[in-house]
């Protein structure tokens, strides 16, 4: 499965080893799902997970960022969309671009157009998982 992780579930992921968005996290690290970038989303990643004020271990950004130089990176045009958080078209236009099975986020509203239709899935963390085990 090729999805788009939102920076959201990385840092969910990262704080706490034993949440669902670390399993997605995992799922990622070990291969078993394929994680599609471009370099706004991995920017992006470095950026907020650095944040002194969310306590990302060093160590744990690193090994993440690390991750990123083997995901698929891609070059996305930009789409005419409107999102409620501009912040997230990157992340669509990569689903877009790279064709993927989903875009993996804890804020799945954020990623509703006003205008326009995107055939992408928007999951959270937990119903990715439950897709991915047949669910």
């Known amino acids: 499965m090729r999805i788009v992780l939102d920076t959201n579930v990385v840092v969910s992921g990262l704080l706490s080893d034993v949440s669902v968005p670390a399993q997605v996290v995992d799922l990622c690290i070990a291969g078993d799902v394929d ?3 471009d370099a706004r989303i991995v920017s992006e990643y ?3 997970l650095r944040r002194e004020e969310l306590g990302v271990e060093e160590d744990d950004v690193g090994d993440f960022l690390a991750l990123v130089d083997y995901a698929e990176h891609v070059v996305a045009a930009p789409l ?3 999102l409620p958080d501009p912040d997230d078209l990157p992340f669509l236009e990569v689903a877009v671009a790279g064709a993927v099975d989903a875009i993996v986020t804890g804020n799945v509203k954020h990623f509703r157009p006003a205008e326009g239709r ?3 899935p928007m999951l959270t963390p ?3 998982l439950d897709r991915l085990a047949g669910r």
């Open 35 to 37: 994680l599609v970038v």
């Open 46 to 48: 470095g950026e907020v």
């Open 80 to 82: 005419a969309l409107t």
């Open 118 to 120: 995107v055939a992408i």
């Open 126 to 128: 937990r119903q990715f």
